[in-house]
């Protein structure tokens, strides 16, 4: 009787460790793999970040490409034909457009990315504007400034403005 008693603590005991030391693996396994998923999850953020800063660099340089001021010369029509492609910049806007704002991660990024977006639609309306008046008669009486020529100074440094808080934003340790 004896015997059985103390192979029965024996038999009670061995259970008690296999399933804790079960327990602990698995804490252990869960653990690991909790660590796993969220390092992946770390570096898909930090990948979607870097397509969304290439995504601003290349606005910016379009921004950046073109002059502050242009005139209504024909050097100066010659200058922004060279610099400024419509359709690219409108790709360039709707990528920016297409960029989703929950996926920021902050509401300055996402401020700074609306307002770079604003930015180039405002410059391509003015740009467009100007290149559509080489088509028309040059002697406005009702608007005699719309033969003058576009600055966009404002455009450019609100655009630089935005850029620069957006990768700000993005790359906190830079």
């Not at 010369?73 to 709707?94: K, N, Q, W």
């Not at 740009?127 to 028309?136: I, P």
Request: glycine content about 4%.
């Amino acid at each position: 009787m004896a015997e059985t008693a103390i192979s029965a603590w024996l038999g009670a005991f061995a259970m008690t460790c296999i399933i804790v030391g079960a327990f602990i693996l698995g804490e252990r396994q869960v653990y690991v793999l909790w660590k796993s998923a969220r390092e992946d999850d770390a570096q898909h953020v930090d990948t979607k970040h870097a397509a969304y800063l290439k995504m601003a660099d290349a606005a910016h340089a379009a921004m950046a490409a073109l002059a502050e001021c242009y005139r209504d010369t024909f050097e100066d029509r010659m200058r922004i034909r060279v610099v400024y492609h419509g359709d690219t910049f409108a790709s360039l806007i709707e990528m920016l457009a297409a960029i989703p704002m929950h996926e920021l991660g902050s509401v300055e990024a996402a401020f700074a990315l609306a307002g770079l977006k604003k930015n180039m639609v405002e410059a391509q309306y003015l740009v467009d504007q100007f290149v559509a008046e080489k088509n028309k008669f040059t002697n406005d009486i009702l608007f005699p400034e719309a033969n003058e020529g576009i600055d966009l100074r404002a455009c450019k440094a609100l655009a630089e403005m935005h850029y620069e808080a957006f990768t700000k934003a993005l790359r906190p340790w830079a």
